[in-house]
């Protein structure tokens, strides 16, 4: 592999080794609720990326303005209602995963990523009308068994991990739509819009402002180094690296997130439970088998 080619593939493999990790912060701040969390994480982190827009990527936002200005009143008013959709479902999957991984379980936080790249082919089927091939079919029918076996040895951490990767499904989809628009700048814009979003339920559970150190050190650590370098890295990678790559990359982030949530935080598994996991690992290798065949043939 070239130097290049090196970089590339290190941009792309070390977000997900990040968000994979990021349960590490969130349970060290356990005892602060999860709105509480997500609000100062999303205010924080609207700073530093706006701050780093104008800082560093005037460009690329004066583009996107000549854009939206070329764009008819009609498609003004379709990106609009598309931005902010997008925006509720992101709060929502952040949301759903902080309360997931500090008051369900990291098995349940983890096994939605494992869960969620299936559930938006399945969605990508239904709503965009997507090819899906037999292969596919096959694989979403075994991940549906294994969802199955899960639910009956624990219900409750299923239905949370469906949610979570619902919300990030339906989101994948439409990022998939809005096109011509830079993919920082518009987390920007999201960003913006998940604080409006959240300021109602800030107001309504008014709390102190928190004062810990630790809280602030660990706030300001999800949003740099779990929200703002992964980001920076994935849209490095993608001008290197074919999107279907890093489709495959990004189940690094449930199996490091396993690996933490057994060998960290010591979280137990019988044999009913790793069965299960198996099987929704079988139903990945069957589901992205033409892709991994595509990359390995490629590489020769």
């Given amino acids: 592999m070239t130097d290049n080619k090196i970089k590339y593939f290190l941009s792309g493999i070390v977000p997900y080794i990040i968000w994979g990790t990021m349960s590490i912060p969130l349970r060290n701040i356990k005892g602060f609720p999860p709105h509480e969390i997500l609000y100062y994480r999303i205010f924080v982190s609207t700073i530093l990326v706006w701050a780093t827009i104008f800082l560093f990527r005037r460009e690329a936002l004066k583009s996107d303005l000549n854009f939206l200005k070329s764009l008819s ?101 439409l990022l998939k739509i809005i096109k011509g628009i830079d993919k920082f700048n518009f987390l920007g814009v999201q960003l913006i819009l998940s604080g409006l979003m959240m300021l109602p339920l800030y107001f309504l559970n008014a709390a102190p402002f928190p004062t810990e150190n630790i809280f602030w050190l660990h706030i300001f650590l999800i949003a740099i180094v779990f929200t703002i370098i992964p980001l920076f890295l994935n849209s490095y990678a993608l001008m290197g690296m074919p999107s279907s790559a890093l489709g495959i990359l990004i189940y690094i982030n449930p199996i490091v997130a396993f690996a933490v949530a057994f060998f960290y935080f010591e979280e137990k598994i019988d044999l009913h439970q790793l069965f299960a996991y198996l099987l929704l690992l079988l139903s990945i290798v069957i589901f992205n088998a033409p892709l991994l065949k595509s990359v390995v043939y490629k590489k020769q």
Avoid: D, Q
């Avoid at 598309?82 to 936080?109: C, D, E, K, P, Q």
């Avoid at 009308?129 to 624990?154: D, M, N, Q």
């Avoid at 469906?162 to 919300?167: E, G, M, P, V």
């Fill in 73 to 173: 009143t009609r498609n003004k008013t379709k990106l609009m209602l598309l931005t902010v959709v997008s925006s509720f479902l992101i709060t929502g999957n952040w949301f759903t995963y902080i309360y997931a991984v500090n008051s369900v379980s990291l098995r349940a936080a983890a096994f939605a990523y494992m869960v969620c790249p299936l559930l938006t082919a399945l969605c990508g089927f239904i709503i965009l009308k997507e090819r899906l091939t037999k292969a596919k079919a096959i694989a979403l029918i075994v991940a549906f068994i294994s969802i199955i076996l899960l639910a009956t040895g624990s219900l409750h951490e299923v239905i949370w991990a469906i949610i979570i990767a619902s919300f990030y499904a339906m989101y994948v989809i």
